[in-house]
């Protein structure tokens, strides 16, 4: 069966330093992968998706990157963090692509303070 | 472009039945989601519908579909405590992404 990763599952980080957020799909080959964001009391936002190794297509301006090293890994990134990037951070599968079902990943909060 | 609307919170007895609403405006719409996520946690796919279905039922949970006027709702029979989260309706079209609503949040009171 197919699981997905996320770590760390909680991050508090100063204002200015860097990030780094990883997630990983066991059980399945060449998935559809996302990263979302939701803020407090918020809806989902999606940030970046990837349909292949080294694709990534970006969905918002922001101060976050995200890069795909290897098949079922996807890495969230920034250099340098704002208060504004505090929120809660998903990743999700999907097997195929064209709309097939998300399964998400346990997700993690970051804070900036 | 593309949008999904819910409306934010529902609050309802223990025993009774909840009714979560969802519209959308992609017509091209090819399958329908509902995903519940519990405080604190990723989100569950909780059921889901191919757009030329009008109902269908798993459970406590039963999903209509009215395409014509592009509205989808979840009915949860005999709402448990354990019910109380939030809902999040999301349809997918010809693209590999979902589009989400804003989620509704269910509050179960004894």
């Known amino acids: 069966s197919q699981t997905i990763h996320q770590w760390p599952a909680t991050l508090v980080q100063p204002v200015g330093s860097p990030l780094s957020l990883e997630c990983t799909v066991e059980g399945t080959s060449n998935p559809n992968l996302y990263w979302y964001r939701q803020a407090a009391g918020r809806g989902l936002q999606l940030l970046f998706y990837s349909v292949g190794i080294g694709q990534i297509s970006s969905e918002v301006p922001q101060n976050l990157s995200a890069s795909r090293p290897q098949d079922r890994q996807f890495i969230l990134s920034s250099k340098k963090l704002l208060l504004s990037d505090s929120g809660f951070y998903l990743c999700a599968w999907s097997p195929v692509a064209g709309g097939e079902t998300q399964y998400f990943g346990p997700g993690t909060r970051l804070l900036v303070l | 472009g593309e949008d999904v609307e819910q409306s934010l919170f529902l609050s309802v007895r223990e025993g009774d039945s909840s009714v979560i609403n969802c519209t959308y405006t992609?017509?091209?719409?090819?399958?329908l989601y509902w995903y519940k996520q519990e405080p604190g946690a990723g989100l569950q796919l909780l059921t889901y519908?191919?757009?030329?279905?009008d109902m269908k039922q798993d459970q406590r949970l039963t999903v209509l579909l009215n395409k014509k006027d592009k509205h989808l709702s979840l009915r949860i029979a005999d709402t448990q405590t354990g019910d109380s989260a939030i809902y999040f309706c999301a349809e997918s079209g010809n693209t590999d992404k979902l589009i989400f609503g804003t989620g509704t949040r269910l509050q179960v009171f004894p």
């Open positions: 519908i191919f757009s030329n279905m």
């Open positions: 992609d017509s091209s719409s090819t399958y």
